[in-house]
């Protein structure tokens, strides 16, 4: 099975900082999707931004943006202009495009955004 | 915009007893997943469904079993709970199985074991 690994369990970033939260993935298959999704106290999961992994153009939703390194099966999430609602969980997921649908999810990592 | 409602919102069970987790998928969504978050961990898939039929199974234990209804509605259902199996169950939806799909997740149901 495919693993997605949060090295960072907990991070903090000033209110209007950028913050980079990183993940990285195990996976010997070339067609893949990745997601981050977000989980504020309110625990809902919340999408906030996806990649495919054949295009190499990095994905951008408003203030977040994605480094996408496919050689290194690196993932990382770029918040700019840190909000105190962007304080949450986030969880990097992968998709096989082929074997199954399901997500495989990292172990998170909780942002606190200090006002 | 509709969303994926779960009911009940929390549960509290004794060990040994069955319980029944509802997931409504937002409309003209034809899957739903489910997936297990234990305290401090990162959801767990458990079994998925396409068109009223299984689709995708995870590490949902042989005391739990799920369907999904003709309204494309679902139930997972769970007997002889153990202390373990408190968590937070979440359902997703999905338009079509296509991996570029996201999944809508519901608020989650929270289930105690006591």
């Known amino acids: 099975a495919q693993t997605v690994t949060q090295s960072q369990p907990e991070m903090s970033v000033q209110e209007a900082e950028t913050v980079t939260l990183s993940c990285t993935y195990d996976?010997?298959?070339?067609?893949?999707?990745l997601f981050w999704y977000k989980q504020p106290p309110s625990r809902q999961m919340i999408l906030v931004i996806r990649?495919?992994?054949?295009?190499?153009q990095n994905a951008t939703e408003n203030r977040f943006s994605v480094n996408f390194q496919k050689a290194a099966k690196s993932f990382s999430l770029k918040i700019s202009d840190s909000q105190l609602g962007d304080a949450a969980m986030y969880f990097c997921?992968?998709?096989?495009?082929?074997?199954?649908?399901?997500?495989?999810f990292g172990t998170g990592t909780s942002l606190t955004v200090i006002p | 915009a509709a969303g994926v409602i779960q009911s009940p919102r929390h549960l509290i069970k004794e060990k040994r007893e069955t319980a029944t987790l509802k997931c409504y998928p937002i409309?003209?969504?034809?899957?739903v997943y489910w997936y297990q978050q234990g305290p401090g961990q990162d959801p767990q898939f458990l079994i998925s469904?396409?068109?009223?039929?299984?689709?995708d199974k995870g590490s949902i234990p042989d005391r739990f079993s799920a369907q999904q209804f003709s309204d494309y509605h679902s139930e997972l259902n769970m007997s002889s709970l153990e202390l373990g199996d408190s968590a937070l169950y979440f359902c997703?939806?999905?338009?079509?199985?296509?991996?570029?799909?996201?999944?809508?997740f519901g608020d989650g149901t929270r289930l105690s074991i006591l």
């Open positions: 997703a939806s999905s338009q079509g199985q296509g991996p570029y799909q996201p999944q809508h």
């Open positions: 996976t010997s298959e070339s067609d893949y999707y």
């Open positions: 990649q495919e992994a054949y295009k190499q």
């Open positions: 997921a992968y998709r096989s495009a082929n074997t199954g649908n399901q997500f495989y």
């Open positions: 409309p003209r969504h034809d899957t």
């Open positions: 469904f396409y068109e009223k039929m299984q689709s």
